[in-house]
């Protein structure tokens, strides 16, 4: 191609690498958080009959009024509250930080943390600022109130749990972010059914907080939906940037079948925290590796002796696909993370990884 075309795309977008997803055809896949569990044949049975009565060939309701209303239920949202849909939490991000940007205002969150709040920011040319958590990965309150004093961030995203870490911060640190926060503070709660903790009721206290959700861990990830919880003010601001149907009629009428059965999607929940758990122990028993604390439906670890790069080439070759965080330097140096999956992948995993140990 030639190099006048290419010029015409941003500098700092042919600057960045397309985020990479990794090929697990053949393989145990525990790389991405996803749960494990399918549906129920009986569910899987009236989702598909409900399929068949879609209409296709007709735009989908532009507000997925019905499936925001089971939405409401299933989450306890606050009366205080409305919703905003996205294609997943990736629009919403996309949408949150389109909404605030403008000459000289940034975007905040913290290092380690998502990749997409800082990618997201570039892409909208967004100044992104992270702040890196301590050495255990908690909020540093020090560091972050002089970022926000500096920064003076219209957004400031807290993942909680964090990822890829996977630990909770302390609520305490939280509430006074959003207190000081001189713009908008979004808590990403994607793992909210592994850590049953939740700001959702703080939506009655705090105008400036809003409250991210999605169904992807739940169990339904192929689905691509987000949740934004927030004041009807601000949510009413977002949603203008919201593309038309961007919630397709399948994808709406699958979930709202779907969340009717809530209670077995929380009965996997309860049984991924219990192989979390049991996860943790094992792993803590091995040497030459250190192990994060977890409130997530993954685990984080460090190599202590060896290289991560050959242990997770030694775990892929067993069959088994976990996230290498490809790390020379910083936190997250020599770090691998391994998703939670059914008992038997579980233990395939620790097998693999304590012959790559060996």
């Not at 060896?306 to 140096?333: E, P, T």
């Amino acid at each position: 191609m030639k190099q006048d075309l290419l010029n015409w795309i941003r500098p700092e977008i042919r600057a960045l690498k397309a985020y990479q997803v990794a090929d697990a055809s053949g393989l145990v896949k525990l790389d991405a958080m996803e749960n494990p569990y399918c549906l129920p044949a009986e569910v899987l049975d009236q989702a598909q009959s409900g399929l068949l009565n879609a209409a296709i060939n007709r735009y989908p309701d532009p507000a997925a009024r019905v499936l925001r209303a089971r939405i409401a239920e299933v989450m306890q949202l606050p009366a205080v509250a409305e919703t905003v849909l996205g294609n997943g939490s990736d629009e919403l991000i996309q949408m949150l930080i389109m909404a605030v940007a403008g000459a000289g205002r940034s975007v905040m969150s913290f290092e380690p943390g998502f990749v997409m709040y800082n990618m997201i920011s570039r892409f909208v040319g967004v100044d992104y600022a992270g702040v890196p958590l301590t050495k255990n990965f908690a909020i540093d309150m020090a560091a972050t109130e002089a970022a926000i004093a500096k920064q003076q961030p219209a957004l400031i995203f807290i993942a909680y749990p964090n990822n890829p870490t996977g630990n909770l911060f302390a609520a305490e640190d939280i509430e006074r972010i959003i207190k000081i926060a001189p713009g908008l503070v979004v808590i990403d709660e994607a793992y909210q059914p592994f850590a049953q903790h939740s700001f959702m009721p703080q939506l009655e206290h705090y105008e400036q907080l809003l409250v991210m959700r999605t169904v992807s861990k739940m169990g339904l990830a192929g689905l691509r939906l987000g949740v934004l919880c927030g004041h009807p003010e601000l949510i009413t601001e977002i949603d203008k940037i919201r593309l038309p149907y961007n919630i397709n009629v399948l994808t709406q009428q699958t979930a709202t079948i779907a969340l009717q059965h809530i209670a077995v999607l929380e009965q996997q929940a309860a049984r991924i925290r219990e192989q979390r758990e049991l996860m943790l122990q094992q792993l803590a028993a091995l040497a030459g590796i250190e192990v994060f604390p977890s409130q997530a439906n993954f685990i984080l670890f460090r190599i202590l002796q060896g290289n991560a790069d050959d242990v997770f080439k030694h775990i892929c070759d067993a069959g088994i696909l976990i996230k290498n965080m490809k790390a020379s330097a910083g936190s997250l140096k020599n770090c691998l993370r391994v998703t939670v999956g059914k008992s038997e992948e579980n233990t395939a995993f620790m097998q693999a990884l304590q012959a790559a140990l060996a």
